[in-house]
């Protein structure tokens, strides 16, 4: 094994990156990273699944108190 792992360079300027920061060569890369992968989950949609369940939940209330 070699004594020092070849440096990576940094993925969004290509520098190389520092320990610090990995896998990035500073924090203003670290944050570019993270904002286009935010940007990304935000633009799936998830609210679907939520609303689906909140109808659901409202149906049942309404039929045990039919019940009664
Ligand atoms: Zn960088």
């Known amino acids: 094994m070699p004594p020092l792992a070849p440096a990576k360079p940094c993925p969004i300027c290509g ?3 520092e320990e610090q920061f990995k896998p990035f ?21 998830v609210a679907e699944d939520e609303d689906e369940d909140g109808d659901a939940a409202i149906k049942s209330e309404t039929k045990s108190e039919d019940h009664e």
Request: positive net charge.
């Open 25 to 45: 060569c500073s924090s203003r890369c670290r944050d570019v990273d993270l904002n286009r992968w935010f940007s990304g989950v935000y633009s799936v949609p």
């Open 15 to 17: 520098k190389p990156a």
